[in-house]
């Protein structure tokens, strides 16, 4: 009796404690959901720093790009470690710190430029979403039909690639290479059922990207799958500017070239659904995440587009370069994928 009425006093003392337990991080959580969300940084324009294995976060400057880590060290500050940081609020308050530090000429870590190996312009996305067949003049040049709703795919984290990189041809599956050059719109907070016009408060920035693609493999289903998930195929930045900086998205010049020759033309006005459309109408499907990112479509001037007898593929040492108006010039070769 007296055993059975210790157990009973033993589970009710646990019931009790793990009931408190579970209260606080119910309380907790409803705290949380009813703190004001962080505002979204601004002001910046920022990059990954590649290192052997790890990047870092860089900023660009008027004295030139600033090595965020380095910058920190030695000092009591909290900084982001990358661009995902700063999207999702991370030492944003450190960081606008060492910016100011270097704007005012005091000691700090600036690198050139040049110097810099870039990584892509984000590097955790949960989710990448493309763009099919977004601008009009780019529909008229293969000859398809207008989308009565965005087409969307997608792609993976191992396709991402940044400034300055090079391609891994996969030359023993495919051989029709293309360049997409596209405007990427990457999400700063949480977007769920969103509508058009509240959808670009939900925007971080903006990138330059590139929708590298194998023809034949994207034809030879009905899936686009294969065609535009190869390793690098998903080439981005070097920058990943902050929505303020570029204003109207849909008011970019957006230019390709590939061996020095301009291959493609256009402005972002030409797009058939705007990015705020793209963003609510994606959050309608999915909830959107800060970090996910999404092509926005390419303009006419594709090898694609052309008649087949003037379809010169791309191919190994090809260099090819994107650049948009606000958003900065993009640049990488390509090789051949080694085993």
């Not at 690098?232 to 590939?258: M, R, S, Y």
Request: hydrophobic share 40%; net charge positive.
């Amino acid at each position: 009796m007296a055993s059975t009425r210790r157990t009973f006093l033993r589970n009710a003392a646990g019931a009790i404690a793990l009931a408190g337990v579970a209260g606080r991080a119910e309380a907790a959580e409803e705290k949380a959901k009813s703190a004001a969300p962080e505002p979204m940084a601004k002001g910046f324009t920022l990059c990954n720093i590649k290192h052997d294995g790890s990047v870092s976060l860089g900023v660009k400057t008027s004295k030139g790009i600033l090595d965020v880590a380095a910058a920190a060290k030695g000092r009591k500050l909290s900084v982001p470690g990358s661009t995902d940081d700063v999207i999702r609020g991370v030492g944003v308050a450190g960081l606008r710190q060492l910016v100011a530090d270097a704007e005012a000429g005091k000691k700090s870590a600036l690198v050139g430029e040049a110097y810099v190996r870039f990584g892509p312009a984000v590097t955790r996305p949960e989710k990448i979403l493309m763009m099919g067949l977004n601008y009009r003049k780019h529909i008229a040049e293969v000859k398809a039909k207008t989308p009565e709703s965005p087409t969307f795919f997608n792609k993976f984290n191992n396709s991402l690639l940044g400034h300055g990189g090079t391609v891994p041809l996969p030359t023993k599956v495919a051989t029709k290479f293309d360049y997409e050059s596209e405007l990427v719109v990457v999400v700063g907070k949480r977007a769920r059922d969103v509508t058009p016009g509240d959808a670009l408060g939900h925007v971080f920035g903006y990138a330059t990207g590139n929708d590298f693609t194998a023809r034949d493999l994207q034809n030879k289903t009905t899936q686009w799958l294969l065609g535009k998930t190869c390793d690098g195929f998903g080439v981005l930045g070097p920058w990943l500017v902050t929505a303020d900086l570029v204003g109207d998205p849909q008011n970019l010049k957006i230019e390709c070239w590939v061996n020095g020759k301009q291959v493609q033309g256009s402005n972002t006005s030409d797009m058939i659904y705007s990015c705020a459309y793209l963003v609510s109408y994606a959050s309608q499907h999915m909830t959107l995440e800060a970090g996910d990112i999404i092509y926005t479509g390419t303009p006419e001037g594709v090898i694609n587009g052309k008649p087949p007898d003037q379809q010169v593929w791309l191919k190994p040492g090809d260099k090819v370069v994107t650049q948009i108006e606000k958003t900065g010039k993009l640049e990488f070769d390509l090789g051949i994928r080694m085993a």
